[in-house]
């Protein structure tokens, strides 16, 4: 089974600065998806970014991006120009590409942000 | 253009009580899953829905836990004879279709349980 660990129970930043998120994972498959989700306290999920590992090109989504090294099997969410909206809990998540339907979690990182 | 919805948004049950959470998934989805997040851990995975079958009941946690879907939308967990380590929230997400390839799974604002 897939593991994902985030070694960051809580991170700190303060606005306008840039903070860095932290996720590892363990896999013998070569082939996968990784995501990072943001969940404020309305609970809801929400998809941040999503990276497929045959893709050697990081992902980026405005203020968002990863850091993804493969053979490290790390996977890293960069958050630039850090905002007040952006306080919430973030978990990274892994998703088999062949044999897997369900989403595998980390047990996320809170993220709070000063002004 | 509704998104996921679950029913109650909160509940709290006597412990040995049955409950029933409710999913309702975007319009047009396909397949449907259920997590389960307790306090201070990750979303842990329960159950996968195809349409109106199940082919993954892995997650599970007791055969107090059942879910079904009926008419390929609306989706119920039912956990029997609660017992306190059940409380948790449970999320619900849907979407377009659920084979292997990528397709974004979209999620509801959960049910947090509470079991006295």
């Known amino acids: 089974a897939q593991t994902v660990t985030q070694s960051q129970p809580e991170m700190s930043v303060q606005e306008a600065e840039t903070v860095t998120l932290s996720c590892t994972y363990d896999?013998?498959?070569?082939?996968?998806?990784l995501f990072w989700y943001k969940q404020p306290p309305s609970r809801q999920m929400i998809l941040v970014i999503r990276?497929?590992?045959?893709?050697?090109q990081n992902a980026t989504e405005n203020r968002f991006s990863v850091n993804f090294q493969k053979a490290a099997k790390s996977f890293s969410l960069k958050i630039s120009d850090s905002q007040l909206g952006d306080a919430a809990m973030y978990f990274c998540?892994?998703?088999?590409?062949?044999?897997?339907?369900?989403?595998?979690f980390g047990k996320g990182t809170s993220l709070l942000v000063t002004p | 253009g509704a998104g996921v919805s679950q029913s109650p948004s909160n509940k709290v049950t006597e412990k040995g009580k049955d409950v029933e959470l409710r999913c309702d998934p975007i319009?047009?989805?396909?397949?449907l899953y259920w997590y389960r997040q307790s306090l201070g851990q990750g979303l842990e995975f329960l159950i996968y829905?195809?349409?109106?079958?199940?082919?993954?009941k892995s997650g599970l946690p007791s055969d107090r836990f059942s879910a079904e879907r009926t008419g390929g939308s609306v989706s119920t967990l039912t956990i029997q004879r609660t017992q306190q380590e059940d409380s948790a929230v449970y999320l619900c997400?849907?979407?377009?279709?659920?084979?292997?390839?990528?397709?974004?799974?979209?999620f509801g604002p959960g049910t947090r349980l509470t079991v006295l």
């Open positions: 997400a849907s979407s377009f279709y659920g084979s292997t390839s990528y397709n974004e799974q979209f």
């Open positions: 896999t013998s498959e070569s082939d996968y998806y």
């Open positions: 990276q497929e590992a045959y893709k050697q």
């Open positions: 998540a892994y998703r088999s590409r062949v044999s897997g339907y369900a989403l595998n």
């Open positions: 319009s047009g989805h396909t397949a």
């Open positions: 829905f195809q349409g109106n079958s199940a082919p993954d």
